[in-house]
């Protein structure tokens, strides 16, 4: 059965974006304005006060307005938007310089997903969905983010606690500043470094992944020379 909508949220938001386009207004031009019952809208500012989204100016007859509290909200939108500019940006100066797919991933809810990819230009490369869960045991995203993970975090990752062959490949890809993985998918190779707020939170990890067999062993350091510089870079864009 189909949910409907709340005809009492749709007039509120109504009011309100009523409010934003005419500020200061008062209830009986309002009510004119939207031909709508005057006791209706002084309850859809009522809630709206209530909630911090308009207040009324002092004035001899009450006139209401919008608050900050949009203005917060719009500024977080764009930041967060100008951040995800700022990563696609460097996934694909990655991409370009090791001939790799790149993509960033990020903890998402219970698990680890990747959020966002630039492909590789080669005519075999690998084309991780974003979207895509991410296994922490096998991946090399994992690896690097799970020891500055909460210990809360990481047991809700693991649904339970790191045995030691698993806490041996974090501590080797601590040591080293990144992890290498074929063992989500033997014919690819992954290789990731993490990503840090500037409060020193893991955001997510930078990675490449390509054709095992062209990925080999002995170009994991110049490759993942690449990755780290590109996940420092990125930490500290994101910190200024």
Request: net charge negative; proline share 5%; glycine share 6%.
């Amino acid at each position: 059965m189909a949910v409907k909508g709340s005809s009492t949220a749709a007039r509120v938001l109504t009011v309100f974006e009523a409010v934003a386009a005419h500020q200061p207004v008062g209830v009986a031009t309002l009510s004119r304005m939207l031909e709508m019952d005057k006791s209706a809208v002084q309850r859809a500012l009522v809630t709206l006060a209530e909630q911090g989204w308009i207040r009324a100016r002092e004035e001899s007859s009450t006139r209401w307005e919008t608050t900050p509290r949009i203005l917060n909200i719009a500024h977080s939108s764009r930041s967060k938007s100008d951040r995800r500019q700022r990563i696609q940006q460097v996934l694909e100066q990655l991409a370009e310089q090791t001939g790799e797919t790149a993509m960033f991933n990020e903890p998402d809810g219970s698990g680890l997903t990747v959020s966002q990819v630039a492909e590789s230009r080669q005519a075999l490369r690998m084309v991780p969905r974003i979207g895509a869960a991410v296994p922490v045991r096998e991946s090399a995203t994992g690896r690097v983010l799970f020891p500055h993970l909460s210990a809360e975090r990481q047991r809700e990752l693991l649904s339970g606690p790191a045995d030691a062959e698993f806490r041996k490949l974090v501590d080797d890809a601590g040591e080293r500043g990144y992890s290498a993985s074929s063992e989500v998918n033997e014919a690819s190779m992954t290789i990731a470094a993490p990503v840090f707020e500037a409060d020193g939170r893991a955001l997510g990890a930078i990675a490449i992944s390509g054709p095992a067999e062209r990925m080999v062993p002995e170009q994991h350091p110049e490759l993942a020379t690449a990755v780290r510089r590109a996940a420092a870079e990125l930490s500290r864009d994101l910190a200024d």
